[in-house]
């Protein structure tokens, strides 16, 4: 961060999009990344669920500032979700704003090039307590401060240009839950 990569040696850009898929990369030094869903509707049906849920998400980021060279930070915001569950009067309808996740991703090998890359992502999520009740997924009881401390795994593949395969695995190494 203080010492901030040239342009000229600066890598090709590659976003990590929270529920989507990670990148094994970072971002360079002293540099910022922002990454956002404006706008993403989502709409699912199961073959056991009798009714349709449907989420509305606006501005969902990833603001990334590389820290060294193979080290970057990442805060993530939940700005706003709407979820519905049924139809018209019957349905059900949730509105509020999502979680902040603090996201450390350190490259291990292949940043600056060759076949595979891999990385660590460990990562807190501060739920937000005004939300608990509100947001999709939420119990009340999800109230009280809850942090967790998962680690990402994200890993990449190159083939021929300009193809790359990614994988992420994920774990949990730790729970916190103070009283």
């Not at 706008?39 to 990334?64: I, M, T, Y």
């Not at 990385?119 to 119990?139: H, I, S």
Request: hydrophobic letters at 35%; glycine letters at 8%.
């Amino acid at each position: 961060m203080f010492k901030p990569e040239p342009r000229a040696l600066m890598r090709l850009l590659s976003t990590d999009r929270p529920d989507v898929t990670e990148s094994a990369y970072s971002v360079d030094a002293g540099h910022f990344q922002v990454e956002t869903d404006v706008l993403r509707l989502g709409r699912s049906r199961l073959k056991r669920q009798p009714v349709a849920q449907q989420e509305l998400r606006f501005n969902h980021a990833n603001l990334k500032l590389g820290l060294t060279h193979n080290v970057d930070l990442q805060v993530v915001v939940e700005s706003y979700t709407v979820q519905t569950e049924g139809e018209g009067d019957t349905g059900t309808r949730r509105a509020g704003f999502g979680d902040v996740t603090l996201r450390l991703k350190r490259n291990l090998w292949g940043n600056d090039g060759g076949p595979t890359a891999f990385a660590l992502m460990p990562f807190v999520k501060l739920p937000r307590a005004a939300t608990a009740a509100t947001v999709p997924g939420r119990a009340a009881s999800s109230r009280r401060f809850r942090c967790s401390c998962p680690t990402i795994l994200p890993w990449a593949r190159s083939f021929r240009p300009p193809s790359t395969a990614i994988a992420r695995l994920g774990n949990t190494f730790w729970n916190w839950l103070p009283r």
